[in-house]
């Protein structure tokens, strides 16, 4: 029973968190942090577990630097 | 906490980078263990985590790009999503897309992203090349840790003007680009990579050793730059620091920390930029003029501190505590705007325009308010020290009047919340008579070990140094009575009515903003409410007095039986209790006398009064006084033992005075009767003459002063007494009335250490009564006997010549003319007798002239002229003439 009932709730729970993905999406797509789906699905996760907002912006926007400077190194090498 | 849906924070960062990046999980490695370590390293955030305020930000965020539209629709979504309530860190999420968010003005280009960063990365280099000689205090690179903050740039114009619009401007112009295309060209992914580095070296936190980092990639570029730039920063002699530098220990300050460069200076007693450090005379200016509100914080903070545990600080106290956070908490909101601004800016590095950034001008004209505040409470601070209860309340309302209306409506609302728990204890006070001062903080102050008979007097007492300043002394003592009354009604009266019921007025609670209200609006509300409470628990307890105790008939019983009003049982029991008081005091016996007073009670108009004071009519015996004796009643507490004894003076006065009477009509009754009698013995006429003179001189004395006592004295002062306690709004003012009463007449009847003197001439003359008694009863009886035996000697005479023998024989003839001649010759000596008493009494009579008409007191003055209405003892004695001769001078003077 309790196994079950877990389960179910754990589902119920899932449903609820895609509805407020979707919401953060929204919120997301109006400040044009330029995230997808998938990657805010991925940050939501990481900031239910509590990590520091900062700390992730910084990441974030650093691994897109890099990506864009290796792009353009890239470019330009090529 | 492993469920399916929730991967380890470690499996969720490479599914980030791998997709940001776009590379598999092996080509991202790199990245992801950079991520790892800035992620670890910077566990706990440093913004507050206010769901609300970061939403605020957003929404200002929106509108700073004119989109207002979009600001609404995110309002709504925030709506939607908090009512969802499933996440838990919404706060950290919403933070994190407004970290991320961009201009989608500055979309156009995304682009040209590269040609961006590019020019981020050469307004350094153009510093190092041409203007670095220029301007090495200045040299932003020379600092790994704050290199793309913009506010540092602030303090060189040119260069800095530049570099903010190539950052924020469509394109990046070919100026900043021109110069250093050529030297950019070669090394822009090592440029590109130092860059990064130099940030990731920032958000690492910047004293972290970083040569243990076991990375190779980025950190690497870290350590490289790192040691050039510190060799670059020693070169330059002094310890230099920006304005930068400056903001954030400023911060910190502000919060009574210590930065890295400004300290607390002990000896000054303020915070100072460190000696050594070379700053510019206005920045150390501003800089301390922005210390000192970490200074102002501290004292604030110090105190709270030091009186929050203070268990016996009381509940006043307390809320000037949870008033002073209040405010307190306000200010480290400020801080942590003023904080998260700052770190905004660095996080985004130069991606805000300068309009944005912070400075200590700026710092200076945000926190020119704060300091205000902060300045006003340290005052209220200091002023405080020390106090506690009404007292720091007074001090509150102290600060209260000032001109500033900014300061008085902060003022005003911190005394709101301090005089809170004072209103508390008032209304609890007014309202159910209850004091719950653990700590002593009210102006009321009770007693505990005051019994219930003192309950009136003594128990309850005004603390006069805990009245709040705003409350005046009238108003306290109302209150004082208010709860006093309410009080006595429970204990003393036992009347368990509920306050409620007494009251009409309702009762409300009170908010601290209302508590504010009343005591600044003094004159009407708050006055009202307190007239109104006491005027119906007074009422109400007159009214439980008289109804229920019978109050007034109380003090009418008194003024009957205690002050002698009700003449015909006093009589009568003075005709009863004649015969026991001749006898000395040791022979008599309480049964007796009570059985007396049953017997005078019954035969009289008393015995119709009320059975509740008859119980209370008892006698009692001093034996210390000859022949006198107390005839009390006892009462209710409200009347002190220290009333009752004046009561019992009074009484022993009046008694005295009405037996003195008694005793004269006696004497004057002896008169009538034997007048008649003795008239056959012609040789006695002077003595009874001179007897009548005198007895008449006492009795004019007695009546005169029976009647000053009665009319002047007695009734005067009842009928004040009971105009009074028909007016009195409350048992004080009853109270007060009767102590008046009390206190004319034992003043009036001689009684009061004032007139001692008087007193005793007065006695005096009572002693000079009672040996006339005792003098005229020995002569009666003198002469009673010898009429009586003349009488028989001429019956004796008579029958024997009925009988015709000789009527008298010469034995007896002699034996007769010897008595009489016996008797003749006592005359003179009873003659004499008289005389010496007249003398003695006149004297005494005069002598009491004499202190009457130098008495201070109008009426006394008046019963000399009604003693002396005929001037016979002015005409006799020279003082009294004199004296009346210069009194009559200075009332024709007035």
């Known amino acids: 029973h309790r196994a079950y009932f877990g389960a179910a709730h754990r589902k119920a729970r899932v449903l609820r968190n895609v509805g407020s993905v979707r919401l953060l999406f929204e919120i997301s797509r109006i400040l044009n942090t330029g995230l997808d789906m998938e990657t805010l699905s991925i940050c939501v996760r990481l900031c239910e577990q509590g990590i520091n907002p900062e700390a992730l912006s910084s990441v974030i926007k650093e691994l897109r630097k890099a990506t864009e400077a290796l792009k353009a190194a890239e470019n330009m090498t090529t | 906490m492993a469920s399916p849906d929730q991967k380890s924070p470690n499996v969720l960062l490479q599914n980030l980078c791998c997709r940001i990046l776009g590379k598999s999980e092996a080509d991202a490695a790199q990245q992801f263990q950079y991520a790892v370590r800035v992620i670890g390293s910077n566990f706990a955030p440093t913004v507050e985590r206010d769901e609300f305020l970061v939403a605020e930000k957003i929404k200002k965020e929106l509108v700073r790009q004119r989109r207002e539209a979009d600001?609404?629709?995110?309002?709504?979504?925030?709506?939607?999503?908090?009512?969802?309530?499933?996440?838990?860190?919404?706060?950290?999420?919403?933070?994190?897309?407004?970290?991320?968010?961009?201009?989608?003005?500055?979309?156009?280009?995304?682009?040209?992203?590269?040609?961006?960063?590019?020019?981020?990365?050469?307004?350094?280099?153009?510093?190092?090349?041409?203007?670095?000689?220029?301007?090495?205090q200045s040299l932003p690179l020379n600092y790994p840790d704050r290199t793309t903050q913009p506010a540092q740039s602030s303090g060189s114009s040119g260069i800095s003007s530049i570099s903010m619009y190539a950052l924020n401007g469509p394109t990046p112009t070919p100026q900043s680009l021109l110069p250093g295309q050529s030297y950019q060209a070669a090394g822009v992914g090592d440029c590109l990579r130092q860059q990064l580095g130099s940030r990731l070296a920032w958000t690492l936190t910047a004293g972290q050793p970083l040569q243990n980092s076991t990375s190779k990639g980025l950190a690497s570029t870290v350590c490289r730059n790192l040691p050039r730039s510190r060799r670059e920063g020693d070169t330059t002699g002094s310890v230099e620091i920006t304005e930068a530098n400056l903001v954030r220990d400023i911060l910190y300050v502000f919060q009574g920390i210590d930065g890295k460069k400004i300290k607390m200076c002990n000896s000054e007693n303020c915070y100072k930029v460190e000696g050594k450090v070379s700053l510019s005379k206005s920045l150390r200016d501003t800089t301390s003029r922005l210390a000192e509100l970490g200074w102002l914080h501290n004292k604030i903070r110090k105190y709270t501190d030091q009186r929050c545990l203070d268990r016996a600080f009381g509940l006043v106290g307390q809320s000037f505590c949870a008033a002073l956070h209040q405010e307190l908490k306000e200010y480290y909101r400020l801080l942590s705007v003023l904080h998260s601004q700052l770190q905004l800016e660095d996080d985004q590095g130069v991606n805000l325009g300068l309009e944005s950034s912070l400075t200590l001008r700026r710092l200076l004209v945000w926190t020119y308010d704060p300091k205000i505040r902060l300045k006003t409470l340290a005052a209220l601070v200091d002023h405080c020290q020390g106090r506690k209860g009404g007292e720091l309340a007074s001090a509150v309302h102290a600060y209260t009047k000032t001109g500033d209306p900014y300061m008085r409506s902060l003022v005003q609302h911190i005394l709101g919340l301090v005089s809170h728990p004072v209103l508390n204890f008032l209304y609890r006070w007014i309202y159910d008579g209850e004091l719950e001062d653990t700590y002593h903080e009210f102006f009321v102050a009770s007693d505990p070990t005051v019994k219930t008979d003192r309950l009136w007097h003594d128990k309850y007492t005004l603390r006069k140094s805990m009245i709040p300043s705003f409350i005046n002394m009238d108003q306290a003592k109302k209150v004082l009575l208010i709860g006093k009354s309410i009080n006595f009604l429970h204990q003393v009266c036992h009347d368990q009515t509920p306050s409620t019921k007494m009251i009409a007025v309702a009762k409300s609670a009170e908010s601290p903003k209302d508590a504010a209200d009343l005591f600044t609006d003094l004159e009407n509300a708050f006055q009202g409410k307190i007239d109104a409470a006491y005027f119906e628990t007074s009422k109400y307890l007159l009214d439980v007095l008289n109804k229920k105790y019978n109050l007034l008939e109380h003090m009418q019983a008194m003024r009957r039986y205690l002050l002698l009003g009700q003449g015909d049982f006093i009589r009568h029991l003075m005709d009863l209790l004649k015969p026991e008081l001749v006898r000395p005091a040791t022979t008599l016996y309480q049964h007796n006398l009570t059985g007396i007073l049953e017997t005078a009670v019954r035969a009289t108009n008393a015995q119709f009064d009320n059975p509740e004071i008859l119980k209370r009519l008892d006698v009692r015996l001093l034996e210390v006084l000859q022949g006198h004796f107390f005839l009390s009643i006892l009462y209710l507490q409200v009347f002190t033992r220290e009333c009752m004894s004046h009561y019992l003076r009074v009484f022993n006065f009046l008694w005295r005075a009405k037996r003195m009477e008694y005793i004269l009509t006696d004497i004057w009754k002896g008169h009538m009767c034997n007048a008649k009698l003795l008239k056959s013995m012609p040789e006695l006429s002077g003595v009874l003459h001179q007897c009548h003179v005198l007895a008449s001189e006492m009795v004019h004395f007695i009546h005169q002063m029976q009647y000053y006592i009665t009319f002047e004295v007695l009734e005067c002062s009842w009928d004040e007494l009971w105009n009074k306690v028909q007016q009195a709004k409350d048992l004080d003012h009853i109270i007060a009335a009767h102590e008046v009463f009390l206190d004319t007449i034992i003043s009036r009847c001689l009684l009061d250490s004032d007139s001692r003197t008087l007193l005793n001439q007065l006695r005096a003359v009572f002693d000079q009564i009672l040996e006339l008694q005792n003098a005229q009863d020995a002569m009666y009886r003198a002469a009673l006997e010898e009429l009586q035996l003349r009488l028989q000697f001429e019956e004796k005479k008579k029958r024997r010549e009925l009988e015709g023998e000789w009527g008298v024989t010469a034995s007896e003839e002699e034996e007769e003319i010897k008595r009489i001649k016996e008797f003749q010759e006592a005359i003179p000596k009873m003659c004499s007798q008289l005389r010496i008493l007249t003398h003695f009494y006149q004297g005494i009579v005069q002598q009491f002239l004499v202190l009457l008409t130098t008495s201070s007191d109008e009426s006394l003055r008046f019963l000399s002229f009604r003693l002396d209405f005929n001037e016979h003892y002015k005409a006799r004695e020279p003082r009294l003439r004199m004296s009346l001769g210069t009194r009559g001078r200075r009332s024709s003077h007035m």
């Not at chain 2, 709504?76 to 991320?100: A, D, F, P, T």
């Open chain 2, 71 to 136: 600001a609404a629709l995110f309002s709504e979504l925030h709506r939607k999503l908090h009512s969802q309530g499933v996440l838990k860190n919404k706060w950290s999420i919403l933070y994190l897309l407004l970290s991320l968010t961009e201009d989608p003005r500055k979309q156009s280009n995304k682009v040209s992203s590269y040609a961006t960063l590019f020019a981020q990365a050469l307004p350094r280099d153009a510093h190092s090349t041409p203007y670095y000689y220029a301007r090495p």
